[in-house]
T-cell receptor, first 110, second 115 residues
């Protein structure tokens, strides 16, 4: 699976949009981009995933560049409960595991 | 989304004893489940792939005789840490995904402390 690069940490003011970048320049055509987050001492929580089109759900939006070499996760109105480590992962579809990098520690500040 | 549970949520045991951790898919069947462990301030590390009705496959460096995996049904996989030692103390997490879906869902994790 392709590797991803994320900044180690970011801060965001409560109520503002949090934009978390991810580079995945070696992504293959059959690999999806997944985002998960892990709040302290809990199992990872699925957020969103996409192949090449932008995606939106009740939690977040995922913007994937046209060349698919990078993406951005957008939390439109960050709250204190969004403080977590966010993982960007590329993965082939099917019964394949998720391979976690170090992620981005997002701190939402009041 | 689909729900994955784990039991127990935390366990404390003495060195040398064995501990069994259960991972269940509550509202779907899973022919494959994955086991991870996470040490403090580190990311999740894949330990093994649990396959229903067949042997588990282990990642390099994970001792299969120490971490026994049994996937006896389509909704249950168990991880047994045999002869646990303090260095096995960690956060153990499983994941599974419904057939035909593209997403893996994670259990809440089991925190193991070996004294």
């Amino acid at each position: 699976d392709a590797k991803t690069t994320q900044p180690p940490s970011m801060d965001c003011a409560e109520g503002r949009a949090a934009n978390l970048p991810c580079n995945h320049s070696t992504i293959s055509g059959n690999e999806y981009v997944y985002w998960y987050r892990q709040i302290h001492s809990q199992g990872p929580q699925y957020i969103i995933h996409g192949l090449k089109n932008n995606e939106t759900n009740e939690m977040a939006s995922l913007i994937i560049t046209e060349d698919r070499k990078s993406s951005t996760l957008i939390l439109p109105h960050a709250t204190l409960r969004d403080t977590a480590v966010y993982y960007c992962i590329v993965r082939r579809i099917g019964n394949t595991p998720l391979v976690f990098g170090k992620g981005t520690r997002l701190s939402v500040i009041a | 989304g689909a729900v994955v549970s784990q039991h127990p949520s935390w366990v404390i045991c003495k060195s040398g004893t064995s501990v069994k951790i259960e991972c269940r898919s509550l509202d779907f069947q899973a022919t494959t489940m994955f086991w991870y462990r996470q040490f403090p301030k580190q990311s999740l590390m894949l330990m093994a792939t649990s396959n229903e009705g067949s042997k588990a496959t282990y990642e390099q460096g994970v001792e299969k005789d120490k971490f026994l995996i049994n996937h006896a049904s389509l909704t249950l996989s168990t991880l047994t840490v045999t002869s646990a030692h303090p260095e096995d103390s960690s956060f153990y997490i499983c994941s599974a995904g419904p057939a035909g879906e593209e997403t893996q869902y994670f259990g809440p994790g089991t925190r193991l402390l070996v004294l």
